[in-house]
Nanobody, 123 residues
Framework: VQLQASGGGLVQAGDSLRLACAASGRSLSLYFMGWFRQAPGKEREFVAA????????DYVDSVKGRFTISRDNAKNTVFLQMNSLSPEDTAVYYCAADRSWATRRLRGYYDYWGQGTLVTVSS
């Protein structure tokens, strides 16, 4: 599976962005999907995950109520809608595919990764 993340950019605090992760090579419906982010000088951290058929989602506490993960298996694409952005959300955002829901928060268990898209939020 090849994953291509897009949608990042430079925005101001309070703005919104929608990230997309397009897959090729295999159907995304086989995988649970996650978004991670890595800020400068920090480790890559879990942001959100979605069940293969969208019946379940999971979010890190810092983005609950602001970010929404969704997927369109027919279009082989996963999205991350980010609202009320703050400078603390500045990071490179990565999408990833995993075969296990139990390990959705653990970056070491993901099978495939996209190349990342940079989100910069100015104050």
């Amino acid at each position: 599976v090849q994953l291509q993340a897009s949608g990042g950019g430079l925005v101001q605090a309070g703005d919104s962005l929608r990230l997309a992760c397009a897959a090729s090579g295999r159907s995304l419906s086989l995988y649970f999907m996650g978004w991670f982010r890595q800020a400068p000088g920090k480790e890559r951290e879990f942001v959100a995950a979605i069940f293969w058929n969208s019946v379940g989602t999971d979010y890190v506490d810092s983005v609950k109520g602001r970010f929404t993960i969704s997927r369109d298996n027919a279009k082989n694409t996963v999205f991350l809608q980010m609202n009320s952005l703050s400078p603390e959300d500045t990071a490179v955002y990565y999408c990833a595919a995993d075969r296990s829901w139990a390990t959705r928060r653990l970056r070491g268990y993901y099978d495939y990764w996209g190349q990342g898209t940079l989100v910069t939020v100015s104050s």
